[in-house]
């Protein structure tokens, strides 16, 4: 279907990416509802004016520390995420020792498999949260999102949860966890409850993240990561994004396109 896309579309990368999702949605990874949340966070992209903000840097810096300082770091993986970045997420689980699990508010064992065997296909050695692993429940929570791995997100300390649903997100909060948000919108509950929200693509944030972990890690230095840590105001990374969404430093760009 791509070839159809002329490779000077000023368009190709958003347009690519919405082929993946309706691949995924044939190949079975994503619900169909994910394809209008997809839509949804395409509109903020635009926004921002599709490019990675100085506040979404710093904001993958941070998250970059937490993931190096976690003692039992997870990420949470839906159908979106499997089906437009499995090789990225995969990657960064293992430059950050980071587990992946499964985790999905349209919840079904087959469509759990499929995603586990594309994370597989894309070098993941092992998948959490999958069928009857997925044993353990939050207990504010009603939707199939209450179902965790015991030995993943529900004894991790933190947790990235991509293209998520604020409700699962605020109780994992409640549960003790550093919750890492990646998230277009940054009015959403998920993105106000995470202690650290990359409002950024998803697919610009995490090659970013995976070279940031690298460079951080060799040699890793505890005290320079601690201090990074604290120097990090999630609300004021936020208030920034916001600022650039409403027009801000973002405002000549967009005039620019629309003309």
Do not use: W
Not at 184 to 209: E, G, H, K
Not at 226 to 242: D, Q, Y
């Amino acid at each position: 279907m791509s070839g159809k896309i002329p490779s000077s579309h000023p368009r190709l990368k958003s347009l690519l990416i919405r082929e993946k999702l309706v691949n995924g949605f044939l190949r079975g990874l994503v619900a169909a509802e994910g394809l209008i949340a997809h839509g949804r966070g395409e509109a903020f992209d635009y926004l921002l004016g599709e490019r990675t903000t100085e506040s979404a840097h710093v904001a993958i810096t941070t998250a970059s520390t937490a993931l190096l300082l976690a003692r039992h770091p997870v990420i949470s993986v839906n159908g979106n995420v499997a089906a437009i970045c499995a090789k990225e997420i995969v990657e960064l689980s293992k430059v950050a020792n980071a587990l992946l699990e499964v985790n999905l508010f349209y919840r079904d064992e087959r469509r759990e498999r499929s995603i586990e065997k594309e994370l597989i296909k894309n070098g993941a050695r092992k998948v959490y949260g999958v069928g009857s692993r997925s044993s353990a429940r939050i207990s504010e929570l009603q939707s199939e999102r209450r179902r965790v791995d015991p030995h993943g997100i529900y004894v991790a300390d933190v947790v990235i949860v991509p293209l998520e649903d604020g409700d699962r997100a605020e109780a994992l909060v409640k549960m003790g966890k550093k919750i890492i948000a990646i998230d277009l919108n940054p009015l959403s509950r998920t993105a106000r409850v995470a202690q650290i929200t990359i409002v950024d693509n998803i697919t610009r944030a995490l090659p970013t993240m995976v070279s940031i972990v690298r460079k951080l890690k060799c040699p890793k230095d505890d005290a320079i990561l601690t201090k990074i840590i604290m120097g990090f105001n999630n609300k004021e990374n936020l208030a920034h994004s916001l600022k650039i969404i409403q027009g801000g430093k973002n405002a000549a760009a967009l005039s620019k396109k629309m003309q």
